[in-house]
């Protein structure tokens, strides 16, 4: 009976997130049981442009280190905000959101020749955030039961958070800043004087991805609770 709760529960996450959160989580169990290293997943131009490792391009996205506090709370994010986004603002428009991962990804691997960081998927974990932070913008969240905040803050509040654990707060930056990248192109930038839309989602990812019929059982996560987790909570607020 819990399997079946489990599994219906499972299927009920939106099939993006699904697919991405269930590929970090066995990634990092296979790194855990030592069936592959994470040597064999990095992000090296070397190896990628050179000796065609090309999974290097995707797998790089899926590690968050081993099993511990930072990987759990990395896992949490990913998979509230990833859903929240899906299942929010790209409701009914999967293809949009695939296209934002591809899009991003793009980015941060372009970056990440630049700024020599071996793992990216932190920072697009940080991209996601930001995007549906300034999607929700007057949204009241606290953090810790210590800061009380709007949603645009909480990428700024996280990035402090990995300085006080000591890690190096150019994940962050870069995720922030892929993040800031699209939601102005996506977001801004159209309805500007003289804009348009730049970001354009190619047809043969719609074709793939959009159907037209919804699951009448599909019960999403209410977006008016982000934090959702014992170190915070939020309400949205009303003008």
């Known amino acids: 009976m819990a399997y079946q709760s489990l599994r219906l529960e499972y299927l009920q996450i939106p099939p993006v997130s699904r697919a991405y959160t269930t590929a970090c989580v066995l990634t990092t169990a296979a790194v855990q049981l030592e069936l592959i290293t994470p040597f064999q997943l990095y992000f090296n131009p070397e190896l990628i442009f050179?000796?065609?490792q090309i999974w290097r391009l995707i797998t790089n996205f899926l590690f968050f280190g081993p099993v511990g506090f930072n990987f759990l709370f990395n896992m949490i994010f990913l998979y509230r905000y990833c859903r929240m986004l899906e299942e929010g603002s790209f409701r009914g428009r999967t293809a949009d959101f695939v296209f934002m991962f591809l899009f991003g990804g793009f980015l941060m691997t372009i970056f990440g020749l630049f700024v020599s960081?071996?793992?990216l998927g932190q920072a697009f974990t940080i991209m996601l955030v930001y995007v549906w932070s300034r999607r929700n913008p007057y949204v009241r969240m606290n953090f810790f039961g210590l800061l009380n905040f709007q949603a645009p803050f909480l990428p700024w509040v996280l990035m402090g958070f990995s300085l006080l654990l000591g890690n190096s707060i150019i994940v962050d930056l870069l995720g922030i800043a892929v993040g800031h990248i699209y939601f102005f192109l996506e977001d801004v930038f159209p309805i500007q004087p003289g804009g348009i839309r730049i970001l354009k989602t190619p047809?043969?990812?719609?074709?793939?991805?959009d159907t037209p019929d919804e699951d009448p059982n599909y019960n999403?996560?209410?977006?008016e609770r982000p934090g959702g987790f014992a170190w915070g909570w939020s309400r949205t607020k009303h003008d």
Do not use: D, G, N, Y
């Open 117 to 119: 960081l071996v793992f």
């Open 203 to 209: 047809s043969i990812l719609k074709a793939i991805f």
């Open 50 to 52: 050179k000796h065609f």
């Open 220 to 223: 999403p996560l209410p977006e």
